[in-house]
Structures are given as C-alpha cells and as structure tokens.
C-alpha cells in the first residue's frame, strides 16, 4: 500500500512539473546582419536565426518566455524591447538602451525573462541606435489564457506586420541625423507587408497606362512576393495589424471588404465598421473581416503612407479566395487612400475607438499633470526635437542601475520642465529657435495617477507642423481626448472619461493636443517617447520613473556598463 502512495505522489508531481513546462517558452535568438532583398532590392537587413522579419513568438496571457539573445553583430550592440508588455516586476527586461539595461555587446549573451500579463497584439523590436529602421522586429501574439475566450467569433486568423524600408543603411541614415547640416534621408523607398514588397515596378501596373513602372516579373518564389491571405469564402477572419514603421503612418484597406474593429494595443474596444483604417507607428489593431464577396475574384490588401505628402508606393499582398489561384489577378485596382493631409479623415477615425462595454474606466481626477511641447529645433546649429525646449540625451548608465543604487552623478538631477511658458504660439515658427540637452527624469510617486497633455507645434519650418504616435513603455494609458491649437483647462469639459480606450501608443495631429491619463503602479524607469525613429533619436522622448526601490535584484548583466559596472567590480574587489 505504501508503494502505491509513493508512485501515485510521483505521477502528480511529474504531472505538475508538465504543466508548469507548458506555460513557460523557451528561445534561442542569434541577431545578425545578412543579405536580403525585402523589396527586390538586395540589401542588408537585420534578422534573427537567419529569418526577416524575426520569428513570431505566440503563448498564452500568464505564460513566461525565455528569449536567450545572443548578438553576432561583431562591431556594435544590441537591445530588444517588447512592445506593449508592461514587465511587472522584471523592469530591466524591458529591453531600452541606457534605460533598463546596458547594450549587449557583440559575442555577448543575455536572457529577457518575463510575464505575457495580457492578451493582445503586441511586436517587439531593436531599440538602440537605429536597428529597427535596420529590419530588427517580428510579432508577438498573446492568446487568451487557458479557459477564457474572446468577446468576438473568426474562423481563422492573419498576422501583418507593417514596415517602411529604404536603401540607405542605418548607419548613413544615422550619421545623416547628427550632421551639420543636417542631411534627411528622405521617404520610404518602399512599404513591406511582413517584410514584402516592391521597388520600382508595380503589381497593379496594368490597371493605369500612365504608370511610370512596369509591371512586376515575380514567380512567387522571390524573397519580395507578395503576401498572400489565403481564405475560403463565407468565413470570418481575424487580421492582427502591427505598425513598426519607422518613419510612416499608414492607411490600410482591403478592396471590396468592410474590417470591424476589436481591439487596439492588446485592449479590447466597442466594434466599428470601416473602410480603411489609419495606424500609426506603434500602433496595433485587430479588426474581423468576413469574406462575403465574389469568390472567384482576388482582393488587394493596401497600405499607404499619411501624414507625409506620399513619394512612396502603394505595398500591396493579396487576399485569395480559395480555390482561385493566387496568381489571379484582383478585378479592381487597389483601394484609393484618403488624401494625405486630409486630417479630418484621421481624426473621425480616432474619435470613434472607444473602451469595450465593461472596460475599466479612469481615476476621476489627476494628481499630477505634465504639459509636453513637442518641438524641433536648433542645439550649436544642430537640428534636435525637444520636449519643453529639453533635447532628450541618454546617460552610459541605466536609470534603472543609477537610481535603484542611488549613482546620483550619473544623469542630471534636476527635474525637467513639467509645463512650457503659457504666452508660447504653438501655430507659429518660435521666436527662438534654440534648445538645450538633458538627461533628467520625471519622479512618480508610487499608484499616483498621471496626466500627460502632449502639445503639438509649429516645427522650424513656416506652416509645419509633424504628426507624432507617443508609445509608454510599461503602461497601458486612457486617451481622454484629441483637441485642436493650444490646450487649456477649459478643454477639460471635453475629456471622455466615461469609455475612453486603453492604450500604450497615441498619436498627437498636427497644431493639436492630446490628453492621456495613467496610474503609475508599475516600479521602474520607462522611456515615454515620439515612436518615429528619427524623432526618437533626435532627441523626441522623456523618461519616467516610479517606486525603483522595489525594483527587485536586478541580474548583473543587465548593468555591465558605466558607474554600476565600476560598482560590481570595487564590491567585488572587496
């Protein structure tokens, strides 16, 4: 009888040892450069094990991945950030350079731990120097934990991953940024649908007679085919849509098709019906397509540029209606974007996402609000982005090392500008033009909630003024309203608190302003930055801290650089 016990104890721990294994996932990732030719064009992209755009990670809300990133890069660093995973309690696995963690060093090797607390759409990407530009992203979907379901029904589902690309390395695009003068690298050569598209010829060339380009000689095996959707007619599919551009805001549509959409930066939303839909870099959507029309016909799936007067094609994939073949042609030409500028369009779009039925709703009141102007400027003649006139400059140690062992020389202390002076035009070219760098960060008190109003601007040149997404790490966010010129308390009056959206990337149109409202519960130092690569770089971001000395014991290798390395090595020496 004991014996039986015995076994029987065995088989429910060995058991248990397998369920547990079944919720954690293991990778192995090389990033290294190689040959590609993502448009047609050979060039050198940055991929992971071999692969462009980077393998898809896919696991269950409350699952744990270990991603084991080793850089073959040879001559620089590299770090990759988890796009809209908050890091709740592994705060330096957030994966921002100089901010959680230091840069991991060629032949190096490190370990990203972490939690998927929440279902969604999500990506993860470079975030150091310009490697996303560089091709550094892939998608990383969160399903519903094990007995949960969906608040909506598809039959299949499709991933697209939304990119622009150029021709022009990384390195040239970055020495271009921080030249004087300044030399622009110009618009997107080309527009990729998970890493597809065409350069100079056109799948849609015979539909004009004026095309500049031909047609493009694609047999389907090319590294720039097409993405095709292969779907059966009468069913309804889930599109899971993510934006890593690094420059472009996008307008998506898919020829003769209605998308309803469900859900925006892994929360759910009211459903909408629409034509197209514009996302913006760091954003993402899932929106349900249900594929009712002509079944012997093929349809275009379509993004174009916004926001940007367009010099960049159309990147085109094919949704197919089995059994046609693929190689079909669609009836139609590909969907007609609203205009560029047409803002208006824009803005209607934004206005109608709004928080599922049921969703939590914000703090009724703030306790601390922060106004950041977003301008361009002048530092010494070199052109910069500033936040409240402060060009952000990133310091060689983490924050997160710095302030947890209290290195307070390691980045400027002062706090910075929490508003910008009240007699500031924001429709016009400033007086004065110059900015100034800083590396100081906005101190949170702990579970406090935050407003951020951020405050667009006339850019240096007259009757310009940029769209920017603002993505938070660390945090979902309320979108309490958009408002045109200058934001006052009397706008106030407007903000929606009743069902605003959660999300963790928004975007601030033109001469406009955006509110935001958070609860800052979530111990670490975040980066709260323009997701416009450039931008970022130029120095377009702000930093954030809360509650770091919670912050758990931060594993040695996250911090093997500046004064915390110097720290290791004398407490070791002791």
């Not at 898809?56 to 990759?80: F, M, P, S, Y």
């Not at 908050?86 to 705060?91: F, L, N, R, W």
């Not at 205009?339 to 709004?354: D, E, G, M, P, R």
Request: hydrophobic share 35%; aromatic share 12%.
């Amino acid at each position: 009888m004991g014996s039986f016990w015995i076994w029987w104890c065995l088989a429910i721990l060995i058991n248990s040892s397998l369920c547990l294994a079944q919720n954690r996932h293991f990778y192995k990732w090389e990033v290294e450069y190689m040959y590609w030719s993502p448009d047609c064009i050979e060039g050198v992209v940055m991929a992971i094990n071999g692969q462009f755009p980077g393998p898809t990670i896919r696991a269950r809300a409350g699952d744990k991945v270990h991603i084991e990133l080793t850089n073959k890069l040879h001559t620089e660093g590299v770090v990759i950030h988890w796009h809209g995973i908050s890091q709740k309690g592994t705060p330096w696995a957030d994966g921002t350079a100089s901010i959680s963690q230091c840069v991991i060093n060629p032949g190096e090797t490190f370990v990203y731990r972490f939690q998927l607390d929440k279902a969604g759409t999500y990506f993860y990407h470079g975030h150091y120097g310009m490697q996303r530009s560089a091709g550094l992203y892939g998608s990383l979907i969160v399903d519903v934990a094990k007995g949960e379901k969906e608040p909506f029904h598809y039959d299949g589902e499709f991933n697209l991953l939304l990119s622009d690309w150029w021709h022009t390395s990384v390195h040239e695009q970055g020495v271009g940024l921080y030249s004087k003068p300044f030399r622009w690298i110009g618009e997107p050569k080309s527009l990729l649908i998970n890493g597809r598209g065409q350069y100079n010829c056109s799948l849609a060339a015979h539909y004009s007679s004026n095309s500049s380009t031909g047609p493009c000689k694609l047999t389907g095996a090319e590294q720039c085919a097409p993405q095709v959707l292969r779907v059966l007619p009468n069913k309804t599919y889930r599109i899971r849509v993510a934006s890593t551009t690094a420059l472009a805001s996008l307008n998506l549509a898919i020829g003769n098709h209605k998308m309803v959409v469900v859900e925006a930066d892994g929360n759910y939303v009211q459903p909408f019906a629409v034509d197209e839909l514009d996302i913006y870099s760091g954003e993402t959507y899932s929106v349900l397509l249900t594929t009712n029309q002509q079944p012997s016909n093929n349809y275009w799936v379509s993004t174009s540029v916004r926001g940007r007067e367009p010099h960049t094609p159309q990147g085109l994939a094919i949704l197919n209606y089995l059994p046609t073949t693929a190689s079909k042609i669609p009836v139609s030409p590909p969907p007609v974007a609203p205009l560029w500028n047409n803002y208006t369009h824009s803005k209607l779009f934004t206005s109608k996402i709004v928080a599922l039925m049921g969703s939590p709703r914000p703090p009724p009141t703030y306790y601390r609000r922060i106004v950041l102007l977003n301008t361009q400027n002048y530092i010494k003649g070199y052109k910069k982005w500033a936040i409240n006139n402060i060009s952000l400059t990133l310091p060689s140690t983490p924050y997160l090392g710095s302030i947890k062992y209290g290195l307070n020389s390691a980045f400027d202390q002062t706090s910075p500008p929490e508003y910008y002076p009240m007699d500031y035009n924001v429709m016009v070219q400033a007086p004065n033009q110059n900015a100034t760098y800083g590396s100081g960060v906005y101190m949170l008190e702990l579970n406090s909630t935050v407003d951020l109003i951020l405050q667009n601007a006339n850019a240096l040149d007259k009757n310009v003024s940029e769209i920017h997404p603002w993505h938070l790490h660390g945090h979902n966010f309320w979108v309490l309203g958009y408002g045109e010129g200058k934001f006052t308390v009397k706008d106030e009056r407007s903000f929606n608190l009743k069902n605003p959206p959660l999300r963790n990337t928004a975007v601030i149109f033109p001469y406009g302003w955006t509110a935001l409202r958070f609860v800052a519960d979530n111990p670490g130092v975040w980066a709260f930055h323009c997701h416009i690569e450039p931008h970022l770089h130029m120095g377009m971001g702000v930093v954030l801290a809360e509650g770091v000395h919670l912050v758990g014991k931060i594993p040695n290798e996250a911090l093997t650089c500046g004064l915390t390395a110097k720290m290791f090595l004398n407490n070791n020496n002791h």
